[in-house]
């Protein structure tokens, strides 16, 4: 049922944040963060509130081919200030490209779709 779907894929985003913090903090030298890829976030229809835009964000929209990603990945951080974390994920132009969210902001936005997923049922 949609209901039954709609909690596998709440499951499945959980784990994708989840699994890889456990392994980022059980095995990094700097524990208050990790870097996952933009499109661990799903879709940019639904990440996009979040995140922002899918693309390099010095470029003013996506790339010209359909088929091509940027390389944006998404730190997310907790107990660190936001200085460090980008001391540690620098953004270079035309080589790395971050988008740095707090770990309580990441758990608010998914309860925030997981009660609107609640709605529509």
Not at 34 to 54: N, Q, T, V, W
Not at 60 to 79: C, E, F, L, T
Request: proline residues 7%; neutral net charge.
């Amino acid at each position: 049922t949609k209901t039954n779907l709609a909690i596998l894929i709440l499951t499945f985003v959980f784990g994708v944040i989840a699994f890889p913090i456990w392994v980022h903090h059980n095995r990094s030298h700097f524990p208050n963060s990790f870097a996952m890829r933009y499109s661990d976030f799903g879709p940019p229809s639904s990440s996009y509130e979040l995140l922002g835009s899918e693309w390099y964000q010095w470029n003013s929209q996506g790339p010209d081919d359909p088929n091509g990603r940027d390389d944006v990945k998404v730190v997310i951080y907790r107990n660190v200030d936001l200085p460090t974390v980008k001391r540690t994920y620098p953004i270079f132009k035309g080589k790395s490209d971050y988008r740095y969210i707090e770990y309580r902001e990441v758990m608010d936005f998914l309860e925030k779709r997981m009660e609107e997923l609640k709605a529509d049922q």
